[in-house]
Each structure stands twice: as C-alpha cells, then as structure tokens.
C-alpha cells in the first residue's frame, strides 16, 4: 500500500505538484512561487487506524480509499517516530490484556514535535472500572516511551487518563509558541510545514501594523504567531472545543492583544454591517478595528459567496488554502478588487495530490481620471 512513498522521488513529486498548480492558476498574475517542502519521511503527528482481530492476533488496518480494500499495518512511514514506536508498543501491551482489546475497533494517536504523545481507544462495549484500571497500567508502560495521555472512548463514555490534550512547541524564526491541541478537533498534521507556514505569515505581515481580522481561526494557530505584527488581533471561529484552546493558547504564550469570539464568518459580517446584535459580542467594539487585514484559512469548500465579499473589503488578504480548486473559484472573484502580491505553496501532504496554496493580496490602487 505504501509502495508510492519513496523519499528518493520527494522532489520529483514537489516538483509535479508545482507544475500541476501553475497549470491551474494560470489565467491570474502571479510572482514568483515560493516552496516550502516537508520531510521526506515522519512528518505526519496524527494518524488513525482501525483494529483487526483475527483468533489470538490483533493488528492495524487502513483502508485503500479507491478501492475500500483492507490491509494490514504493522508500520506507518509517514507518520511520526514517536507514533510508530507507540503502535508497536501499544499492541504488545494489550495483546494479553482482556479488558484493554476486547471490542477494541479503533486507535487514534496524536503527536507532537515537543514529544507528547495522545492515544485515543475507541470501543464497542460498555467501559467499566476494570478498564480504566488496566488503562492506568498501559499509561504507566507507554510512558518509557514518551509522556503519554490515554482516551478510552464508547457510546456515550469518555475516560480521560489524564488529559485530552497534548501541548505543542513549535519554532518560529526565534520565537517559540506553544499550543494546546485537543483529541478530535483540528490542528496542523505536519508540524515542522506548519512552522514554515507560520513564519511565512509572520514574515508577510512585519510591517503591516493596524489590526488583523482572523476569520476560521481554530485554536490560534495563526493568531498567536502574527499578533506581535499588529495593535490587536480579532479571531472568529464557530468551534466551541477550538475557541477554549485559543484561549488557553493566548495565555500560555503571555499575549495581550488578541480576542476570540465565537461565531462563522457570516455572522461576523452581519456584526460588522450591524445588520443582527449578538450576545457573543457584548463587550467588543466593532467599530474601533481597524480593517485592513484580513487572514483566512478555511474548510477544504473554500469561503462562501458572502465571506468572499466580506474579505475583498480588506486593503490586504491573506488566504491560506487547503483546497487549491475552490481557492480558485473565490481568486476569480478576488482578482477583480486585489493584486497577488506573494505566492506559496506547502506541501503538508507529500505523496498526495492534496497541496497548501498561500496567498498575500493587496488592494488595486484605483486612479480617478
């Protein structure tokens, strides 16, 4: 299944993927692209897989997207060291161990560049104290590993041993930032390319002063990085689990200048155009930012038709894009009021076809004649 992957090729697949996308930006203006590569090989700090039982043996299975066909995974190059030797080691733990692989269906693991390690058990049976008292002892036999968390998850059970999240360090430029990521809910699966991503940002907006506007702005990722950039940082994001971690984020790396407000990009427009009152901004001001800059990253559908026109209001967007198809539909439409200042691409997902496009645009200076 994994016969694609040879780090060997990595470049000669980057190299695909530029050209694939200068193909499809090709009726825009663009300046000279910028790559930022991943490395070849445990890159990925997230990975799920299915559990297969077969008499006394279990294993890992994944499932080929094409042809839903299974098959068996004992090891996953892409994926972190640190999660590979937890997929070993966890299987040995609990081959012999009744209450720990009994229904046992699914394992989720979450890593960190920092060395933390998550570990989510999904069951088909009820979780009783025997569980979590055999938990107790996987947790203290991972744990030679790596600081481990274990989840056990069942129809409406969820047993924490200790915590459901682990805490990030990520390097950029000189800085260090650090980010609580919660289990189940969205973080950057390539940490060393979300480095690269975020001081690209940082680097696009040293000079931009003013405030940033932050729309889908998940646990802070980009927030807490920009805001030495700007006089204050305003995130929106709809997620009440990604909202509660951008705040914690804020005041883990000692920030002052950044508010969340829990709301779609849609409503915020509302807000801005004072067209419905919301609860969620009893104490905010909207009339005091300053809107010049706006930073977006959405789902892989892009922004809608009204979040389009409410970031072509900004005098400068950036637009980090995970889906390089609906980036283009909204670029035709952004390409009418703002110019493509800087242009980058990331490559979160070797050996795939999926690519991260980043954009600065810039308003066009209109001349009254």
């Known amino acids: 299944m994994f016969s694609h992957i040879h780090p060997d090729n990595y470049e000669q697949q980057l190299s695909e993927k530029k050209q694939k996308m200068t193909a499809l930006f090709l009726c825009f ?6 790559i930022f590569p991943s490395k070849p090989l445990n890159y990925r700090l997230r990975a799920e897989f299915r559990v297969w039982h077969q008499g006394d043996d279990l294993y890992y299975i994944m499932f080929n997207s094409e042809t839903k066909e299974k098959f ?5 190059p892409v994926a972190s060291k640190l999660i590979n030797q937890a997929m070993t080691a966890l299987l040995v733990a609990i081959k012999d161990k009744k209450e720990l692989r009994y229904k046992l269906f699914q394992v989720d693991f979450l890593s960190t560049l920092s060395g933390e390690l ?4 999904l069951y088909h049976k009820p979780l009783e104290p025997s569980w979590e008292s055999a938990a107790k002892s996987l947790k203290e036999t991972l744990s030679e590993i790596a600081p481990v968390d274990i ?13 459901d999240y682990v805490m990030e360090s990520l390097q950029v430029g000189g800085d260090t930032f650090v980010y609580q990521q919660v289990e189940n809910s969205f ?20 000079k931009a002063g003013g405030d940033l506007i932050e729309l889908y702005c998940g646990n802070g990722n980009f927030s807490v990085a920009l805001a030495q ?20 984020n804020i005041r883990a790396n000692n920030i002052d200048n950044i508010n969340i407000v829990r709301m779609s990009s849609e409503e915020f427009s509302q807000a801005m155009n004072g067209e419905r009152t919301f609860r969620r901004l009893e104490g905010f001001d909207l009339t005091t930012y300053n809107y010049d800059t706006v930073l977006v990253d959405p789902p892989r559908a892009g922004l809608d038709k009204d979040s389009v026109e409410l970031v072509s209001r900004f005098n400068k967007i950036i637009y980090i894009s995970c889906n390089p198809n609906t980036l283009k539909e909204n670029l035709i439409e952004l390409a009418k009021t703002h110019i493509i200042e800087k242009y980058a691409l990331f490559d979160q997902f070797p050996y795939t076809e999926h690519i991260e496009v980043g954009l600065v645009l810039t308003r066009k200076i209109s001349v009254n004649t």
């Open 29 to 34: 203006e663009l300046p000279r692209v910028e």
């Open 118 to 121: 998550l570990i989510s058990l």
């Open 187 to 206: 973080t950057q699966p390539n940490g060393s390319v979300n480095e690269q991503m975020l001081l690209w940002a940082q680097q696009a907006t040293q």
């Open 229 to 248: 950039n700007f006089k204050r940082v305003l995130g929106t994001e709809i997620s009440k689990t990604s909202v509660r971690s951008a705040q914690v």
């Open 72 to 76: 068996r995974v004992d090891d996953f």
């Open 151 to 163: 989840i056990g998850r069942a129809k409406k059970q969820k047993i924490i041993l200790d915590k």
